[in-house]
């Protein structure tokens, strides 16, 4: 299993501007992935965040929106860029240590743009 | 490309009656079957998963068989709980590319 640490937990921000969310793990782990909530929702994929790559961006998502990166094996950062009240999800990051087992999900961070 | 169909809710039912939620899926290869349940105010966890066809994962009174002929994996428990009532997800992980597909999602509440 994978102990997976994301911050911030909840932040309130202002339309327009960004916000950086951290994810550590306390292993190295081989696949790194980050999902959207939306209220009600279900998870939808955002990205593949690469080791030491550009991130793989599934159909509606794109970079300069939400910028990905993975520096090592054991941490990523998801930025929210120009945040507007659409933006108000639960972002999650996941990882996995193989190709078929289940994936580990952290606590969330929630995010309400105003 | 690969994909989950999942009974939606919301499902209400009394203490100790059967559940069934159904999920049935569309994928490429040999996919690998999970549920994960999501309490209220809570975070993601797995509850069972099952990696090729006729596994049958359980855990905590739920159970779930993976039946290939029939792209299934519904998702069984003989008596709920109150504390069972939560957000059910079906989801799957592909054989090529290794992402996890979630289905609409499943809101439980059972009442005492």
């Known amino acids: 299993s994978a102990v997976i640490s994301q911050k911030p937990s909840r932040d309130i921000c202002q339309r327009g501007t960004s916000l950086t969310i951290q994810c550590q793990v306390d292993?190295?782990?081989?696949?790194m992935f980050w999902y959207r909530q939306q209220p009600g929702q279900s998870l939808t994929l955002i990205a593949t965040?690469?080791?030491?790559?550009?991130?793989?961006?599934e159909s509606g998502f794109v970079i300069d929106k939400f910028p990905i990166s993975r520096p090592n094996l054991t941490f990523s950062t998801l930025t929210v860029s120009n945040m507007s009240p659409e933006d108000s999800s639960i972002y999650l990051c996941?990882?996995?240590?193989?190709?078929?087992?289940?994936?580990?999900f952290g606590e969330g961070s929630r995010l309400t743009v105003l | 490309g690969d994909s989950v169909t999942q009974m939606e809710g919301p499902v209400t039912l009394s203490e100790e009656a059967f559940l069934t939620i159904n999920c049935t899926y569309t994928?490429?290869?040999?996919?690998?079957l999970f549920w994960y349940v999501q309490y209220p105010g809570e975070g993601l966890q797995l509850l069972l998963k099952?990696?090729?066809?006729?596994d049958k994962g359980s855990n905590k009174g739920f159970e779930a068989t993976y039946r290939k002929e029939t792209t299934s994996f519904h998702l069984e428990k003989g008596s709920v709980q109150v504390s069972d009532s939560a957000v059910y997800f079906c989801?799957?992980?592909?054989?090529?590319?290794?992402?996890?597909?979630f289905g609409a999602g499943t809101t439980v509440t059972v009442r005492a």
């Open positions: 996941s990882v996995g240590t193989n190709t078929r087992g289940e994936l580990f």
């Open positions: 292993s190295q782990v081989t696949m």
């Open positions: 965040a690469n080791q030491g790559s550009e991130a793989t961006y």
């Open positions: 994928a490429t290869g040999y996919p690998s």
């Open positions: 099952a990696t090729k066809a006729d």
């Open positions: 989801a799957l992980r592909g054989s090529n590319d290794y992402k996890l597909s």
